[in-house]
Each structure stands twice: as structure tokens, then as C-alpha cells.
């Protein structure tokens, strides 16, 4: 069975512009999250979704967005890219609502020049 | 709020010693906690999920525990090996809250 991926690996943007980061769950997985890691950090939440409604919500601007469709798979979306804005992006997989049990992708690495 | 610390920041040890790495956490009010690996760059590898009702967890080399009450959970691995060698996290959730908070892992080098 494949396990969580991610799609792009790796993308470099310029400040300013706007990124999609996708995200597959494992088969069976209803619920999605999102992560942000900075280097020398731990990973920070970001969004949680299952069946396609939001559960929950780190403390980011209003630039990160999301959503989930219907075959469970996860958008993250982040506008006016700020070179803070780099970092390693992961997405979870659960097949619990609140999340529990995750199970993390190979992550995208996001550089904002 | 949850704060999540993992000390030391980073350890290096021979081959073959058995080691302790540790994550405490400020607010017991927990749900579950669990013990991830990272390897440089790459995402997270989930070793141990330990329930709030649960005092430990074991697989293989690895026994994670948990004290609710003082804040603390321990990741014990026995016999280190050179492929041990990576960034160990612990992440916390808590009741009716959908997130986990991590610690911001501890640098584990086993050397040859």
C-alpha cells in the first residue's frame, strides 16, 4: 500500500508569488493535516481537515489556506510568499477524526528567494 | 498552553551503549503522546504511540514510557546502532484539540 505522498518534493519561489502543495492520504485515511517545519525545529501545525471540513487551525495568517476534496486528498495553499515562508511542509493522514495515529509524507521543501 | 521540550538537543555515544532521550511537557492534560524519527530532510517515521492510559510502549530495541502526572516521557533505546543515528521527536495531543505539539527533536549520532 502507498503510504502518504506529497507532490512537489522540492520548489523554489520568489517572494511575493503564490504555491500549491498537494497531498495524498493513505487509502482509507479520512483526515489530512498540515505541518510546517523550519530548520532546527519541530514540525507546527497548520491545518487538520477530515471529510472535507476543517477541525482545526494553527496560529498562521490568513495567507495559508486549504482544503480537501472529496477522494480525501489535501491542498495547501500559501499567498504573498514571505522568505519566512521557507521551510519543510508535511502532511499527516489519519484514519481518525481528531487526527490521532498519523502517519507523515516525505514532506516538500519550499525555498522562498 | 502546551510547551513541549526535548533535552539534550543532541547526543553522540559509541555503538552498543543503551541511551535515554527525553520530552517533558508542561500541561498533563494529554490524550496520547507518540515518538517520531526524522532522517535528515525527509519526513517523520512514527516508532511509539503511547495512550493516556498507557505507562509504556515497546517495540523491538525501542521502550518509550509515560508519567502524566510529572510531565515526562522517556525513549529508551537499547543497543544503539550507526542506523539509529537521526533527529528523535515527541509530540503531544491533547483532549479536544486537533493537533500535535512537537518538541524540537533531539540529534542522535551513533558512531561506529
Known amino acids: 500500500d502507498a503510504g502518504v505522498t506529497q507532490s512537489p518534493t522540492h520548489l523554489i519561489k520568489t517572494r511575493g508569488q503564490q504555491v500549491t502543495l498537494r497531498c495524498s492520504p493513505i487509502s482509507g485515511h479520512k483526515s489530512v493535516s498540515w505541518y510546517q517545519q523550519v530548520l532546527g525545529q519541530g514540525p507546527q501545525f497548520i491545518f487538520q481537515?477530515?471529510?472535507?471540513?476543517?477541525?482545526g487551525r494553527g496560529n498562521f495568517p490568513d495567507r495559508f489556506s486549504a482544503r480537501q476534496f472529496p477522494n480525501y486528498s489535501s491542498e495547501l495553499n500559501v499567498n504573498a510568499l514571505l522568505l519566512g515562508d521557507s521551510a519543510l511542509y508535511l502532511c499527516a493522514s489519519s484514519p481518525r477524526g481528531d487526527g490521532t495515529e498519523a502517519f507523515f509524507g516525505q514532506g516538500t521543501r519550499l525555498t522562498v528567494v | 498552553k502546551q510547551e513541549v521540550t526535548q533535552i539534550p538537543a543532541a547526543l553522540s555515544v559509541p555503538e552498543g551503549e543503551n541511551l535515554v532521550l527525553n520530552c517533558s511537557f508542561t500541561?498533563?492534560?494529554?490524550?496520547?503522546l507518540q515518538w517520531f524519527r526524522q532522517d535528515p530532510g525527509k519526513g517523520l517515521t512514527s516508532l511509539l504511540l503511547?495512550?493516556?492510559?498507557?505507562r509504556e510502549q515497546t517495540s523491538g530495541r525501542l521502550n518509550a514510557s509515560l508519567d502524566k502526572s510529572s510531565g515526562r516521557s522517556t525513549l529508551y533505546i537499547a543497543a544503539s546502532q550507526p542506523g539509529d543515528s537521526a533527529t528523535y521527536l515527541c509530540?503531544?495531543?491533547?483532549?479536544?484539540?486537533?493537533?500535535?505539539?512537537f518538541g524540537a527533536g533531539t540529534r542522535l549520532t551513533v558512531k561506529p
Open positions: 481537515y477530515y471529510e472535507k471540513e476543517e477541525r
Open positions: 509530540a503531544v495531543k491533547r483532549y479536544n484539540n486537533n493537533d500535535m505539539r
Open positions: 500541561d498533563s492534560a494529554i490524550y496520547n
Open positions: 503511547i495512550q493516556s492510559s498507557q
